[in-house]
């Protein structure tokens, strides 16, 4: 059984993300999403409404032979990672400034358990300027972000702006 987690902040999910889910399916039997409770960061979503997000958006991604699991964590990846049984770490890299901050959270967490490798793939270049930051910055101030995260995410977002 080849098991990894896929961890992140997920605030919000985008098709970035999605992609590398698909990317690093043939690699593993299952996968763990594994969310990062982050209340001290002050996330857009809580940690529940980005579990509940995965769950409903991952089955429609039409995914066979490799499981599909999603959690949540606080503390360290490296302990949830030995936790989970899982031997694997993946990370999206999009472009080269990505780099050196996966470089150094990869040695850490090798250090911290140094069974447990870090895989990282290649974002689709279609991607390569998505993340979690831009998507909610462009969408509060009016921005199209149709195509860089999945429509539910995109209605889930549109309803938080109404509430605040
Ligand atoms: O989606 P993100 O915000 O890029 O994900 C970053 C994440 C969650 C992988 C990273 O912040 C993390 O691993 N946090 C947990 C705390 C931890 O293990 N820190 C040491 C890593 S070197």
Do not use: W
């Amino acid at each position: 059984m080849r098991r990894a987690i896929f961890p992140g902040s997920f605030d919000p999910l985008t098709n970035g993300h999605l992609d590398i889910i698909r990317r690093s399916c043939p690699l593993f039997d299952e996968i763990v999403i594994a969310v990062l409770n982050n209340p001290d960061k002050n996330p857009l979503f809580t940690v529940e409404e980005r579990c509940s997000m995965l769950e409903e958006i991952l089955p429609t991604l039409g995914i066979e032979g490799c499981r599909l699991v999603v959690d949540s964590f606080s503390g360290l990846t490296a302990e949830f990672a030995r936790e989970r049984g899982a031997t694997a770490i993946v990370r999206g890299i999009r472009a080269v400034s990505d780099y050196e901050y996966e470089l150094r959270m990869a040695l850490m967490n090798r250090k911290l358990e140094p069974s447990i490798e870090t895989v990282f793939l290649m974002a689709g270049e279609e991607y390569s300027y998505v993340s979690s930051t831009l998507m909610k910055q462009v969408f509060e101030l009016g921005g199209r972000v149709e195509g860089l995260i999945p429509p539910l995410v995109e209605a889930r977002m549109r309803e938080k702006l109404a509430e605040n």
